[in-house]
Structures are given as structure tokens and as C-alpha cells.
């Protein structure tokens, strides 16, 4: 079964700087898709990211981009210019391409303070 | 503003009560799913619905009841709750299940629900 670690339960940044969460996967599968979400205090999940396994290029969304390295099962995110509306949960997620019936498996969160 | 729909945002039951969960999306999506979150915790997927089918039950007590009356709606009906079931439910939707792997999920604010 794939498993997804996030190993950093909590980070901050202060307002305008550049903040790396981690993230790890673990799978025997060439096929599949990575999600950033976002949670803020209002509860909604928000996507903030998406990259396919099978694209060498990393997806950028304006402030947010992906560091993935397949090799190493790693799809770390990066927010510049950090504001004080990012401060959330983020959750990392994976996807099967092999399968359908494939639910999202999420890892346990990172907890992002921004500080003013 | 989100465009999944939950209602109602809170919620306060007895154990004895029986009450509903409603999601409405109005976007085409043909997969709609009911997640179940405790605090700090990632969401753990319930049930799924594709087409209007379940296609996954992840082995959920008997005492929440999904129903999908059509392709916008998706219903979680509760009976007989345990204090532990209190937790965020939150409902999603996606374009597709089954060929949509790379499909993001789109979520609602969530019903925050208290059993007594």
C-alpha cells in the first residue's frame, strides 16, 4: 500500500519569505499523481497544486511550485513571497494511475504559521 | 466561495437522534465522496460515489447511511452516533472516478458535528 510522510508537523515563515514543506511517498508504481492541499481555519480543502509522475517538469502556480524528484519519491513544495493568508494546514496526497477504484491517500499535515 | 455546498455547517445531535448530512455540487461531476476528519488529523475517506453507485465503503459503521438521489447530491444520513463520531465530515467532488485519476478533488466547508 502506498503511505505518505510528511515529517514536519509544524513550520512558520515570516511575511515575504520563502517556505520548504516535505513531503515523501513510498510506492512500487511508475503511474501516478501528486496533489498539494490547503486547509485554512475556515475548514475548506483548497488545491493548491497537482503534478503528474509522468512529467519531468515541475507544476508552478504562481507563488507555490513542487521540487519533485521521482527517485527519490519526494515532492517537496515551496511558497515565495509567503503571506499571511497561507497560514494553514497543508496535506500532501497521493493518487494511483493504475487503478480506478483508487482512493486519495493523504499524509498527516504540516501546520504552516506566518508570521507578521 | 466554495462550489460544494454542505449544509448544515454545525451540527449538535444525541446518540439517539437521527439527522442529515447534505452536499450539493453543480459543476457536472460524476464522483462524489463523504470524508470523515478529526482534529489535526488528514481526512479518511468513507464512502465514494460514481455515477451515482458506491463504488467504496471503507468498512463504515452502519449508522451512517450515504445516499446519492442524483448525480448533484449526495446525502450522509445518521442514526445512532456515538460520542466519537464527532468529528469535521466533508464532502468532494471530481470530474470522474474511475478515468479521472489525475482529476483534483473540489470540497466543501464541512459540517462540524458534536454528538452529545
Known amino acids: 500500500a502506498q503511505t505518505v510522510t510528511q515529517s514536519q508537523p509544524e513550520m512558520s515563515v515570516q511575511e515575504a519569505e520563502t517556505v520548504t514543506l516535505s513531503c515523501t511517498y513510498d510506492?512500487?508504481?511508475?503511474?501516478?499523481?501528486l496533489f498539494w492541499y490547503k486547509q485554512p481555519p475556515s475548514r475548506q480543502m483548497i488545491l493548491v497544486i497537482r503534478q503528474e509522475a509522468y512529467k519531468q517538469q515541475n507544476a508552478t502556480e504562481n507563488r507555490f511550485s513542487v521540487n519533485f524528484q521521482k527517485a527519490a519519491k519526494s515532492f517537496s513544495l515551496k511558497i515565495s513571497d509567503s503571506q499571511l493568508g497561507d497560514a494553514a494546514m497543508y496535506f500532501c496526497a497521493y493518487r494511483s494511475g493504475n487503478s480506478g477504484n483508487t482512493p486519495l491517500v493523504f499524509g498527516k499535515g504540516t501546520r504552516l504559521s506566518v508570521i507578521a | 466561495d466554495t462550489e460544494v455546498t454542505q449544509t448544515p455547517k454545525h451540527l449538535v445531535m444525541g446518540m439517539t437522534n437521527k439527522k442529515s448530512l447534505k452536499c450539493e455540487q453543480h459543476m457536472g461531476h460524476r464522483a462524489m465522496y463523504w470524508y470523515k476528519q478529526k482534529a489535526k488529523k488528514p481526512p479518511e475517506l468513507m464512502f465514494v460515489y460514481s455515477y451515482e453507485k458506491l463504488s467504496i465503503n471503507e468498512s463504515v459503521p452502519s449508522r451512517f447511511s450515504p445516499e446519492c438521489p442524483n448525480s448533484s447530491l449526495l446525502n450522509l444520513h445518521l442514526h445512532a452516533l456515538q460520542p466519537e463520531d464527532s468529528a469535521l465530515y466533508l464532502c468532494?467532488?471530481?470530474?470522474?472516478w474511475g478515468q479521472g485519476y489525475n482529476q483534483p478533488q473540489h470540497f466543501g466547508d464541512g459540517t462540524r458535528l458534536s454528538i452529545l
Open positions: 510506492t512500487s508504481e511508475s503511474d501516478y499523481y
Open positions: 468532494a467532488s471530481s470530474q470522474d
